[in-house]
């Protein structure tokens, strides 16, 4: 197994974890979110994609974002760190960065 795979396979567990400390999920809903999150990831880094995630009002969201520097606009550094919690992404309808809760990403399209 090389490298990248096995920090791949860490990363979503670590994720697993936080969302059945933190957000009270089971360990199968916990994988299954952790899952969904690698896969959108990896999804924008190279174009754009679709998906769903709860708002915090209960509502959902449908959005369009991408994470492919070829499609993003120049930024200048913020200096903070991003929460491991939240999601970060460039949205493609509104033409500005966006972020989710990473805990209430509910499917990709």
């Not at 090389?2 to 199968?28: D, P, Q």
């Not at 974002?65 to 200096?79: I, K, N």
Request: hydrophobic content about 40%.
């Amino acid at each position: 197994m090389s490298n990248e795979r096995k920090s791949t396979l860490a990363n979503i567990m670590r994720m697993a974890w936080m969302f059945v400390k933190r957000n009270g999920f089971t360990m199968a809903e916990a994988l299954k979110v952790a899952w969904l999150n690698a896969k959108v990831t990896k999804a924008m880094r190279t174009g754009i994609v679709q998906f769903f995630f709860m708002k915090v009002d209960g509502t959902l969201r449908q959005a369009f974002g991408t994470l492919d520097p070829h499609r993003l606009p120049e930024t200048q550094g913020s200096g903070r760190r991003p929460a491991d919690t939240v999601q970060v992404y460039y949205d493609t309808e509104k033409q500005e960065y966006r972020s989710f809760k990473k805990c209430n990403l509910y499917k990709m399209a």
